[in-house]
T-cell receptor, first 116, second 112 residues
Framework: DAMVIQNPRYQVTQFGKPVTLSCSQT?????MYWYQQKSSQAPKLLFH???????NEADTPDNFQSRRPNTSFCFLDIRSPGLGDAAMYLC???????????????FGPGTRLTVL | GDSVTQMEGPVTLSEEAFLTINCTYT??????LFWYVQYPGEGLQLLLK?????DKGSNKGFEATYRKETTSFHLEKGSVQVSDSAVYFC???????????FGAGTRLFVKA
């Protein structure tokens, strides 16, 4: 089945120790997103890629970086995690499509990050 | 900017009760509208969608109708089950863009 895969599902890191979360997709979608979600709040968009074009949200901290080496993979790097960065991180994809098609997002299962 | 407002939870219902979760939106143009569901410890899943005014999205007994005149997209189900317990997010896809705007989410508890 075509899907969005996130690894690992659970990640524990220490305060200030860099961590990388990964996302892969078999849907061949052009657009990939990273969201941060805390305590079943609405997901907060960090950035998205349309192919190789990177789009950063204005309020995404500099501590968060992303890489997309190819269509299938996207990485979220947190350079110096703080306690406030503990959250669920969700990867999603969509294809541009036509307006009438809706262009919904397809989400991975998420990576829960704990910062000690 | 575009925004989505949905009723606060939690909503607690008994099994087989009728469910309504209200959702209203503010947007320019003609956005597509969605309901996503999130089960504990999982990512979001698309529940249903509607892409133009008066469209009705439906899936697994859930329904929502795109009402442009009232800028609403209320979620309904005639008879809820314990397995419907989850968080429900109303969302819109901005016209001509790639971003999805989510409501705050409504947690639903269904008791046996």
């Amino acid at each position: 089945d075509a899907m969005v895969i996130q690894n690992p599902r659970y990640q524990v890191t220490q305060f200030g120790k860099p961590v990388t979360l990964s996302c892969s997709q078999t849907l061949n979608h052009n657009v990939m997103y990273w969201y941060q979600q805390k305590s079943s709040q609405a997901p907060k968009l960090l950035f998205h890629y349309y192919d190789k074009d990177f789009n950063n949200e204005a309020d995404t901290p500099d501590n968060f970086q992303s890489r997309r080496p190819n269509t299938s993979f996207c990485f979220l790097d947190i350079r110096s995690p703080g306690l406030g960065d503990a959250a669920m991180y969700l990867c999603a994809t969509s294809r541009p499509g036509k307006e009438r098609e809706g262009r919904e997002q397809f989400f991975g299962p998420g990576t829960r990050l704990t910062v000690l | 900017g575009d925004s989505v407002t949905q009723m606060e939870g939690p909503v607690t219902l008994s099994e087989e009760a009728f469910l309504t979760i209200n959702c209203t939106y503010t947007a320019t143009g003609y956005p597509s509208l969605f309901w996503y569901v999130q089960y504990p410890g999982e990512g979001l899943q698309l529940l249903l969608k509607a892409t133009k005014a008066d469209d009705k999205g439906s899936n697994k007994g859930f329904e929502a109708t795109y009402r442009k005149e009232t800028t609403s997209f209320h979620l309904e189900k005639g008879s809820v089950q314990v397995s419907d317990s989850a968080v429900y997010f109303c969302a819109l896809r901005e016209t001509g863009g790639f971003k999805t705007i989510f409501g705050a989410g409504t947690r639903l508890f269904v008791k046996a």
